[in-house]
């Protein structure tokens, strides 16, 4: 079967081609930027790759209502129960996290937000990347958002199936 342009189903059109080139430029421009705020973040506030994936993994916790405790940092980040607390340290210092035993068992420790976790939220590069994707997807009908979607959850499919 072939388009009306003459070209088979499988074999892109140069049109096409260019629609393609112009939206890998633009992702890898949005990397760029979200790359080049997350160092920004990072070292505005003194904190190293290891806080700042920390940070971003109960930041995801927390705004999905999950509790979250050491043990569970450790084993997200593949870190050591010895750099899970430096870590910790670190960013319950820094106003950031509080440890609270719970409420149902003596033993654990749940990790809560502080004062600097809001703002830090607000500014890390996901979250500014989720409102920029909100803000435009506004101005779209429901349907070309879902179209949109579609596209590039098959898109990562491929890929994830070219890397396996």
């Known amino acids: 079967m072939t388009d009306t342009q003459g070209q088979s189903d499988n ?6 081609l260019r629609h393609v080139d112009d939206m890998v430029a633009k ?8 790359n080049k705020a997350y160092r920004e973040q990072r070292d505005t506030r003194n904190l190293n790759d290891k806080d700042m994936a920390a940070l971003g993994y109960l930041s995801q916790e927390w705004g999905e209502g999950r509790e979250v405790s050491p043990k569970d940092i450790a084993a997200h980040l593949g870190l050591s129960s010895a750099t899970t607390t ?7 210092a820094d106003g950031y996290v509080t440890r609270r035993p719970s409420s149902t068992d003596r033993r654990a420790i749940l990790l809560k937000p502080s004062s600097s976790m809001q703002e830090w939220t607000d500014q890390y590069p996901a979250s500014l990347l989720r409102a920029s994707f909100l803000d435009v997807a506004a101005g779209l009908a429901c349907a070309d958002v879902a179209i949109i979607e579609q596209y590039f959850a098959a898109v990562l499919d491929d890929v994830r199936q070219r890397l396996a």
């Open 11 to 16: 074999t892109p059109s140069q049109e096409q």
């Open 86 to 92: 430096l870590v910790l340290d670190r960013l319950e």
């Open 27 to 34: 992702l890898r421009e949005m990397r760029q930027l979200t």
